[in-house]
T-cell receptor, first 115, second 115 residues
Framework: QQQVKQSPQSLIVQKGGISIINCAYENTAFDYFPWYQQFPGKGPALLIAIRPDVSEKKEGRFTISFNKSAKQFSLHIMDSQPGDSATYFCAASTWLTGGGNKLTFGTGTQLKVEL | ETGVTQSPTHLIKTRGQQVTLRCSSQSGHNTVSWYQQALGQGPQFIFQYYREEENGRGNFPPRFSGLQFPNYSSELNVNALELDDSALYLC??????????????FGSGTRLTVV
């Protein structure tokens, strides 16, 4: 059961362009939405995250836009660089009954930034 | 500050065998979560350990089990291996409680191949 849908599956952007990745969720219990970047042979690394009471968060070249009513959120990478070429995952967090949280991930977007 | 370390990095097992994967959590973190990442997919939550007890579990059968030790390190055990268990197994550590247990740090994973 996929609770977080991510698109596109792959993306090719020219250097300096804007990369946009979209995600949609169904479960209203999700209360934290992080984006992860994963390079081949490595584990996911937290890139940027947002809580549902905020509509936008920007950190450097990375911006999350969040639409709570539509249950959608997106990652924008401005001035995309070849070093940004990686797989990006959106995720959504829910609390576990014993405290702590678990993440539900999207299926990933393979981004390639061309020179 | 050390990150999350996992061992071994790669492993090949035969169907029906048992496997143990190990994880050392990041300094200052007391909670460990395990995720399974099939090729081309997002990570899926297996379970989480806090205070040496299972704190939550995803949709995985009982042949997936774990342990957490007093130093917060953890093991993932899989019995009766199946071909579909072939995946990257990720360990993530975090700090539990205080309303700020979102900050997962992932290890680089163990690549398990079942033949």
């Amino acid at each position: 059961q996929q609770q977080v849908k991510q698109s596109p599956q792959s993306l090719i952007v020219q250097k300096g362009g804007i990369s946009i990745i979209n995600c949609a969720y169904e479960n209203t219990a999700f209360d934290y939405f992080p984006w992860y970047q994963q390079f081949p042979g490595k584990g996911p690394a937290l890139l940027i995250a947002i809580r549902p009471d905020v509509s936008e968060k920007k950190e450097g070249r990375f911006t999350i836009s969040f639409n709570k009513s539509a249950k959608q959120f997106s990652l924008h990478i401005m001035d995309s660089q070849p070093g940004d070429s990686a797989t990006y995952f959106c995720a959504a967090s829910t609390w576990l009954t014993g405290g702590g949280n678990k993440l539900t991930f999207g299926t990933g977007t393979q981004l390639k930034v061309e020179l | 500050e050390t990150g999350v370390t996992q061992s071994p990095t790669h492993l090949i097992k035969t169907r029906g065998q048992q496997v143990t994967l190990r994880c050392s959590s990041q300094s200052g973190h007391n909670t460990v979560s395990w995720y399974q990442q099939a090729l081309g997919q997002g990570p899926q939550f297996i379970f989480q350990y806090y205070r040496e007890e299972e704190n939550g579990r995803g949709n995985f059968p009982p042949r997936f089990s774990g342990l957490q030790f007093p130093n917060y390190s953890s093991e993932l055990n899989v019995n009766a291996l199946e071909l579909d268990d072939s995946a990257l197994y990720l360990c993530a550590s975090s700090s539990h409680g205080g309303g700020n247990s979102y900050g997962y740090t992932f290890g680089s994973g163990t690549r398990l191949t079942v033949v």
